[in-house]
């Protein structure tokens, strides 16, 4: 399947290089290619069928490298994935089920195996790469800190105290577009396993998934992805009452009230210490989620994709200004054996 964005001849921007203007977009088309089967998306690029692969697997580099050495291949941090727990529903409206969830999680495994060690440990709710606002890891309250290691006899004792003695069984749903996450399923099955909990694996195609989202009948986990954005959208889009990102039907009084308090805050000093402490409180107290490693991705393009340096998006998940700047140099194209 392919998307096809046609260039506009009547847009309005134009690109100053050296006084001269030059109207926008550079290139006549972009073409998305839809590709379920990663090993797919990974012929594509070293094919030139496509001429820039956005997001693959650590597994895919060497091969890559190997295979088609032009490339241009570079790696990022990802995007931070979670597991929503229902907060509005039994066991997870406990937050002691909810730390033990975490507890039984050993996080250090996952990247060390799954994430072949390349990717954070702690990057969500802030994104490691927001320095005035990101707390690390060693610099959280023992509390919080404490979920991000494994202690599953800890998780075995929560659950009792919470009044699961024998466990309980649970559905996760997730999308089987992510290869990340069908290799996390099956870690989870064996985690949970040890503290009692099984775990009911529901995979469903992605537009499926996205619209169970906060839907009567999602599941109480929800295995999901999300965008870094900035402070204040992440505190509102995943964990204010009722809204539309809120996977885990978080609902607290205090952290609304805060949120709007800080919006409000000309003392940027001031507002930014608040939201510091709403993240630490977001992560060691509330405990919406199961926080999961971000990992390690990477990007590759031919080096005749021209103006373009491995960017994703600019403001909140927007392409086309860096789309429109691309241009392809159709001659050294033809020159690696990749013209049509």
């Known amino acids: 399947d392919v998307q096809v964005y046609d260039r506009n001849d ?160 649970f559905d996760i749903m997730f999308t089987t577009a992510s290869p990340y996450h069908l290799d996390l399923m099956a870690m989870f099955e064996a985690y949970y396993q040890r503290i009692g909990v099984k775990v009911i694996s529901k995979p469903l195609d992605y537009p499926t998934f996205r619209a169970k989202m906060r839907e009567p009948d999602q599941a109480l986990g929800y295995l999901a992805v999300a965008d870094e954005g900035n402070p204040f959208q992440v505190l509102r889009s995943r964990f204010v009452t009722d809204q539309t990102w809120n996977a885990a039907i978080h609902s607290d009084k205090l952290h609304d009230e805060t949120f709007h308090s800080a919006l409000s805050m000309k003392d940027a000093e001031q507002r930014d210490a608040l939201l510091r402490e709403m993240n630490i409180r977001i992560i060691g107290e509330r405990v919406p989620y199961v926080w999961l490693p971000t990992p390690t991705m990477y990007e590759a393009w031919w080096p005749y994709v021209k103006n373009y340096w491995g960017e994703h998006s600019v403001g909140t998940q927007d392409p086309g200004p860096i789309y429109a700047r691309i241009w392809i140099d159709e001659d050294l194209k033809r020159q690696m054996g990749c013209g049509s």
């Open 10 to 169: 009547e847009y309005w921007d134009k690109e100053v290089i050296n006084g001269v203007a030059y109207d926008l977009p550079y290139n006549d088309r972009v073409v998305y290619h839809i590709m379920g089967d990663e090993s797919a998306r990974i012929a594509a690029i070293r094919t030139c069928r496509v001429d820039i692969l956005e997001a693959f697997r650590w597994q895919f580099e060497e091969q890559l490298k190997r295979s088609a050495p032009e490339l241009i291949v570079q790696s990022y941090l990802g995007n931070p994935g979670y597991l929503a727990l229902r907060n509005d529903k039994p066991p997870f409206d406990d937050v002691r089920v909810r730390r033990a969830m975490n507890l039984a999680i050993n996080q250090q495994e996952i990247l060390d195996t799954l994430l072949n060690g390349e990717g954070e440990i702690l990057n969500y709710p802030f994104s490691v790469r927001w320095p005035d606002y990101y707390t690390p890891l060693d610099e959280l309250p023992p509390e919080a800190r404490e979920l991000f290691e494994y202690h599953p006899e800890k998780a075995k004792q929560l659950l009792a105290e919470a009044g699961y003695p024998d466990g309980f069984e």
